[in-house]
């Protein structure tokens, strides 16, 4: 059964650093998306993209953030200055297959970001 | 603000008993509505979606959904101990792709043997 991946499962940082977190979304879907849970708290969402632009963006995804689709499989969340309030587990999710009606998320397994 | 909201729990149930949990939201266009189920350190995995009012029954998990009452369940029969876990509640504005899913905080199961 496809499956969304992301890499790494864990990337510890200093602060200040810029990280990349890798998704290989599912292969057909047509919308991506990444979220964040800080340990403890609520899935928020951070951005969804579609044909090749972002669609919609939280008050989170800040000039900081941004996002790619560099080619044709991989979707990537990059953060430049990383704070110490972005330690979290980072979810991309992707759904939409074209003619369908209802259209469900699916989550990779997540990137756990430790900010030092 | 538009909200989802969960009891934290925990909900303790025996094992083989029925796990009932509630969600309500506060958007009333919310078109789309979703059961996760996410294991501790582990990513949300979808197990139930309902759109329209009335039941959806997929194996031993029920949904039930109320749009005029803005509410949203998940029963779980014959619960058993790998049940435990923290079962989100989505919602989405629209049924299409597209739009974010905003969550609840989760109610943690525990399924005692």
């Known amino acids: 059964e496809p499956e969304v991946t992301q890499t790494p499962s864990h990337q510890v940082t200093q602060m200040g650093q810029e990280v990349i977190l890798r998704c290989v979304p599912i292969?057909?879907?047509?919308?991506f998306y990444w979220y964040r849970q800080i340990l403890g708290q609520k899935v928020e969402f951070l951005v969804s993209f579609y044909n090749n632009e972002i669609s919609e963006k939280s008050e989170i995804f800040d000039d900081q953030f941004s996002v790619e689709r560099p080619d044709g499989s991989n979707f990537t969340l990059k953060i430049r200055s990383t704070k110490l309030e972005d330690s979290a587990m980072y979810f991309c999710?992707?759904?939409?297959?074209?003619?369908?009606?209802?259209?469900?998320?699916?989550f990779g397994p997540g990137t756990r970001l430790t900010v030092l | 603000q538009k909200e989802v909201e969960q009891n934290s729990g925990p909900l303790s149930v025996p094992e083989g008993a029925i796990a009932s949990l509630n969600c309500t939201y506060s958007d009333r266009g919310s078109q789309s509505f979703f059961w996760y189920r996410q294991y501790s350190g582990k990513s949300p995995e979808l197990i139930m979606s309902?759109?329209?009012?009335g039941d959806k029954e997929d194996g031993r998990f029920t949904a039930q959904l109320n749009k005029a009452s803005q509410y949203v369940s998940l029963l779980i029969r014959d619960s058993q101990p790998s049940d435990s876990a923290t079962y989100l509640c989505?919602?989405?504005?629209?049924?299409?792709?597209?739009?974010?899913?905003?969550f609840g905080g989760g109610t943690r199961v525990l399924v005692k043997p």
């Open positions: 309902i759109y329209s009012n």
């Open positions: 989505a919602v989405k504005r629209i049924k299409a792709a597209g739009n974010k899913l905003t």
């Open positions: 292969s057909n879907h047509l919308y």
């Open positions: 999710a992707s759904t939409g297959l074209a003619g369908k009606t209802y259209n469900e998320q699916f």
